[in-house]
């Protein structure tokens, strides 16, 4: 079993920067994919980011490429998402999840953190 507890929210300005963190506890972290999803008010969830288990690879929606970095710390059993030149699309439910790869199935999901970027 894996618990994920994501943080960092909060309310931004359109061009504003934030840095959500996902921590985990319970099984071996660092055997598993990493990957953030969103879910904006009255839309389906969508892929956000990926990072393999090593951290070597990673992975992005076309929408956030260039703007959003995930990176994860494997001693820390943490994951993170920066993100960059944030926009009012960009606003949504953050959802770190796990998996034992990617593009694989997700497993395990945190309760969310709520992203909300203004014009």
């Known amino acids: 079993q894996v618990q994920l507890v994501e943080s960092g929210g909060g309310l931004v300005q359109a061009g504003g920067s934030l840095r959500l963190s996902c921590a985990a506890s319970?099984?071996?972290?660092?055997?598993?994919?990493m990957a953030w999803f969103r879910q904006a008010p009255g839309k389906e969830r969508e892929f956000v980011a990926a990072?393999?288990?090593?951290?070597?690879?990673?992975y992005y929606a076309d929408s956030v490429k260039g703007r959003f970095t995930i990176s994860r710390d494997n001693a820390k059993k943490t994951v993170s998402l920066q993100m960059n030149s944030l926009k009012p699309d960009d606003t949504a439910v953050y959802y770190c999840?796990?998996?034992?790869?990617?593009?694989?199935?997700?497993?395990?999901w945190g309760k969310g953190t709520l992203v909300t970027v203004s014009s």
């Open positions: 999840a796990s998996g034992t790869y990617y593009p694989g199935p997700m497993y395990y």
């Open positions: 319970g099984r071996t972290f660092s055997a598993f994919a």
């Open positions: 990072i393999s288990w090593s951290g070597d690879s990673t």
